[in-house]
Structure formats: structure tokens, C-alpha cells
């Protein structure tokens, strides 16, 4: 009989040897907890006992989830996703309990037992698809937006059900007065929370701030957290909403960043302890004596909602391709379908055998999901008329945008050092496009107005359409020696007299890169841009002493010219080690903001900390904004400062 602490043991063994094999096989994660899950429990080798306790702390990696996922959203942008969480995803969960309904009671099963298993079928993984459109950074795209709106009412929805099955399984006669009460209960917390939630919250947490200490903090936003869940939950609500709520409370207070920075360990650790709780109530012999239930199962749940919410999307207006990914990003149970599922067998409302085969036919879509999601992009590229659409595309987009440029640099990759170089280019008035293949960095930079496309700028046609042939100089920004070297090989081929500058982090490929081509490689990231800069603007003929000006005014201001740099995905694993690393961040300012029709000097943005780098307006940029300018509705506003200072900004120039 193991112990606790050998149970614990065990975990973390086959959980880190798993997840590593997975990460070198290229695997998602997710995958190799479930497995884990799957060998390690009851069903299998009988090593980790299924309990209540585990059940529960699992519940926690749902929990913070759900937390972080709040922190990305703002209530206006809430505000503004209605129509997509109660449209779509009102007609998603109806449809999906209408049509489960019907096929039950073609089956001879009551309707009691269809309605309970419609709500339970109707649900997707909020935990896998939240995380896999995190890591490929798709929250706030087309599809993104769709699929958590979805995801939303269903969290929504089973609130009703969670009341609903219970009373179907007692036949409850005053089943409409419980339902009514519910919702009523429902309605007031949530009302309260978010009315007066952001009031308490803001000088709440300047309170705890004030002690500037790192533990405080951190014991402050777990008991906001674990507190607000709670509260949902004793309201008859899920734990994960609150969770959500207390995410989107603390979006609007200056202290979103670091929160997000603090709470990552927890979430990660404990989602992984959920994935391996799912995965130990996997019973495979239950799978081989109803194999043909469970496939058929499988089949409906998986292509079935796929299509059934892909075509509901195209409906909603929706391009085909957007309602393809949100089809096959949804076509999965999820894990609120096992707590309803539990709760429905608990009062035997529904039988163990089907009950079996749900929860087979559940776990094993959860298992295919991250298959699915990973290769809908290839799904939708042949669908919607072939990956050579989406090239032609690009490619277009870059052409245009290169179109006029004679004498230009090609700028590889907009991260910190591309973005550093960018800024020596335009005080001289050098014209330049730059290509980055980081979608959200480069939404970031061109909604600031900056000559910046998405691109692989390894691949011949990209650097041809951003035109090499026309092009001064051609700069590598970021460090990867692979893709440096393609690059090199298609420069050589197509203009052999182009000054060509490589950036490596050491001199380990320095030689590699010379032989390659590169007319300069400039090593060390932390001088990078700085060199990066000197070399390139002297090639382009710019007298050395200006040049050699230029670059001690920026050493004696501390770097204060280099203005901050756009987040990227990329720029995660930074942020945890330099999460007061000054950012740029554009703030769109809409009908109604607070700072519209104010100036710059009216907003008194200093006081915060905070810096106005530039005002796009009607895609006229000005680089040196004046205390005068008065601020419109639809210019763009970008400011730099630090993550905690931006967002208190954000709330000043939208909310007042």
C-alpha cells in the first residue's frame, strides 16, 4: 500500500518522463498527462487510486485557467463579444441538447435521460482549447474570439443543468420555481461582482502593494481568486466562472501583468494534476466490450459538432475558413461534461452502461482534440482552396507594401533588436519593410503604423516580393543560424553584391556565416541592436561620426531613444525574468473614450509613468507628439512604459 508521499512520487516521475518524451516528439503536452493519467491509474497499472481530494485539487488547474483567461479580456471587449456568446453559442448548446434529445428518444431512452445527455454532449474542453490556442497565440484572432465565445455560455450553461438534472431525476414538480430561483441567485452575484467588484478591487490591491512585498502579493491574488470562486460556487454557479470574473476585475487594474507573471506556476502544475485525473477514469476494457457504441459515439460527437457549429458560424456570417477552425476547435467533450455526467449518474438519471460509453467516447475526443486543432490549419488550407492561396496572400501583402520602395532595407524579424534598428532607419529617413512570421507582434506594429508585414524571410519568393532585387541592404535581426544561412544562400543567388548584416548570439557560427555571405555578423544580443545599427547605417553611406553621435546619445540617455519593443509570443519566456522591461502597447481610442477631445497635457500621462510615443491618425503617424495635440476618436495611441504603468494608462485614456 503506497503512502501519500510515494503516490506523489510516482506522479512526478511518469508526468516529467512522459512530458519530456512528448516535448522532443514535437507532441502536445496535454497528451502526454492524459496518457499518464490513463497507465498509472485504477484501470491500468492501479499505481494512483482515484479520490475525492484529488478530484478537487485537480478542479483547481481549471480554476486558475479560467483566471488567466479573464485577464486577457476586458469587460468592454466582453461587452462587445455578446452577440457571439449568446448567439453563437446559445444556438450551439440549444441545437446540440435538441438534436441529443431527439436521437434518445429514438432510442427508447426517457426524456429526462436525453435532456441530461444532450447538455452533457453539448460541451467542449474549455482547458484544452483555451491552452492550445494560448500557445499558438489565436485567442484574439477571427476564430479565437468565436470559439471562447462559445466556450463562455457553455460554462454558462451548465449553471441551469448543474439545478436542472437533479430535479429531472426527482421528478421535481416545481421544477420551473427552482429554475427561476437559480437564476435569480445567478443574476444578483454576478450583478454585484461586477458592478461593484472593480470599486473594491483597485485600492484593495494598492493596499497590499504598498507593503512591497512579493509574498503578500502573492497570497493577495489567490485569496481574490480562490475567494470569487468560491463565492460563484456557493451560488450554485461553477468554480471556473468566478475564477473567469476575478480575471476580468483584475484586467482593468494596473497590476494585470505582474498578476498573470505570479499566477503561470500554479496554473500550469495543477491543469497537468486535471489532464491525469481524466485521463485514470479511462477504463479501456469498458471501451472493448462497447467498441461499436463507443466509435459511433466518437463519430457523432467529434465530425457531428464539428459540422454542426461550423455551419452555425457560416450562418452567423462568418468567412468559411473561420468557421472551419471553430468547428474543429469546439468538436471535442469537455470537462464540465464530467461533472455533469457524474451528477446525472450519481442520481441515476442515466444507466452505467451509457453512462460508460459517454465518458469513453468523452475522453478519447479530448484525447484526439489536440491532433485536431493542430492540423485544422492544414485542413482549412485544403478546404479552402490550398496553401497556395494563403502564399499568393502574403505574398501579395508583401509586395504591395514593398511596391514603392527603391533603395529600402529588408528588415528579418521585428523582435526587440529589429524594432531597435527600425528606429536609427527612420531618424536618418531610411525607407525599410520589415518581415516577422509573429502574428501577434506584427498586428501590434502595424495597427502603430510600422513597415512591418507578416513573412518567412527564409523562404526565396517572400524576399523577392519585399524586393531584394530593388533593396540597399538586407539585415537578419534574429538569431537562428538555420534560417540565417537560407537566407544568406537566396541573397548570394539573387544579388551577390548586397550588403547583407547577420545577428548571432555568440561567435560559435561567426566563420559558418561569413563563408555563407554576410558582409558583417554581429554577435551578442545585449550590444546587438546597437552594433546592428552602427554597421548598417555606415553601409548605406551615413558619415561615421554622425553614426558614432548617434550611438553614445543613446548610451548617455540610458537607451531612453530605443522605445520599449512590441510583445510577442516569442517574448514570454523574457517576461517572466524582466517583468518591469519597458513596452510599447497601442490603446484605439473609440466614440465615447474618456480622452477624446482632450489633449496630451489634459491626461497628464507622466504622472503614470507612462510616455506617448506616437498618435496614428488616419494612417498619418507622428513620431513626436506635443503636449497640444488633442486626441480623436479613431486615432491610435502608443505608449511605453512599464506592464503595470500601460495598463493603468489604458484605463485613463478609455474610462477617464
Known sequence: MHNTLQ??????AAAVLVVALFRSLRLPPLLAYLLVGMVIGPHALGWLPVSSETSYLAEFGVVFLMFSIGLEFSLPQLKAMQGIVFGLGGAQVLLTLALILAACMFMGLSWQAGVALGGILAMSSTAIVSKLLAEKVELHSRHGREIVGVLLFQDLAVVPLLVLIPALAAGDKNLGWTMAEAFIKAAVLLAVLLVFGQ???????????????????????????????????????????????????????????????????????????????????????????????????????????????????RFSGS??????????????????????????????????????????????????????????????????????????????????????????????GYGRSGQNLARFLEQENISFIALDQDAQRVKAAAVAGESVVYGDASRREVLMAAGLNRAKALVVTYADVKSSLRVLQHAHEMRPDLP???????????????????????????EGSLMLASHTLMLLGVPLSRVVRRVRQVREARYSLLRGFFHGATDQDDELSEKVQPRLHTVALHEGGAAVGKTLADLDLDSLLVQVTAVRRRNIRALEPQPETMLQAGDVVVLLGAPENLAAAEVKLLQG
Open 199 to 313: 470599486r473594491l478591487l483597485r485600492p484593495w490591491f494598492h493596499l497590499v502593494a504598498g507593503h512591497k512585498t512579493s509574498e503578500l502579493f502573492m497570497l493577495n491574488v489567490l485569496l481574490v481568486t480562490l475567494g470569487l470562486a468560491y463565492l460563484t460556487e456557493f451560488a450554485g454557479l461553477s468554480m471556473a466562472l468566478g475564477a473567469f470574473l476575478a480575471g476580468i476585475l483584475i484586467s482593468e487594474t494596473e497590476y494585470r501583468y505582474q498578476v498573470e507573471a505570479d499566477i503561470q506556476p500554479f496554473r500550469d502544475v495543477l491543469l497537468g494534476l486535471f489532464f491525469v485525473t481524466i485521463g485514470m477514469q479511462l477504463d479501456l476494457s469498458a471501451v472493448a466490450d462497447n467498441f461499436v457504441w463507443v466509435m459511433a459515439l466518437l463519430f457523432l460527437l467529434v465530425v457531428g459538432k464539428a459540422l454542426m457549429i461550423g455551419i452555425l458560424s
Open 500 to 526: 547583407v548584416i547577420v545577428r548571432t548570439l555568440d561567435d560559435t557560427d561567426l566563420e559558418k556565416l561569413r563563408d555563407a555571405g554576410a558582409t558583417e555578423v554581429v554577435p551578442e544580443v545585449l
Open 319 to 412: 468567412e468559411l475558413s473561420v468557421s472551419i477552425r471553430t468547428g474543429l476547435a469546439l468538436a471535442q467533450g469537455g470537462e464540465f461534461g464530467f461533472v455533469l455526467l457524474t451528477l446525472a449518474g450519481g442520481v441515476h438519471l442515466i444507466d452505467g452502461s451509457v453512462m460508460q460509453v459517454c465518458l469513453s467516447a468523452m475522453l478519447l475526443s479530448m484525447l484526439a482534440a489536440p491532433f485536431i486543432i493542430q492540423y485544422s490549419e492544414a485542413i482549412v488550407q485544403k478546404v479552402c482552396g490550398g496553401e497556395w492561396v494563403n502564399r499568393a496572400r502574403e505574398l501579395h501583402e508583401v509586395a504591395v507594401r514593398s511596391a514603392s520602395s527603391e533603395q529600402h532595407v529588408i528588415v528579418c
Open 7 to 12: 503516490l506523489v512520487l510516482i506522479l512526478l
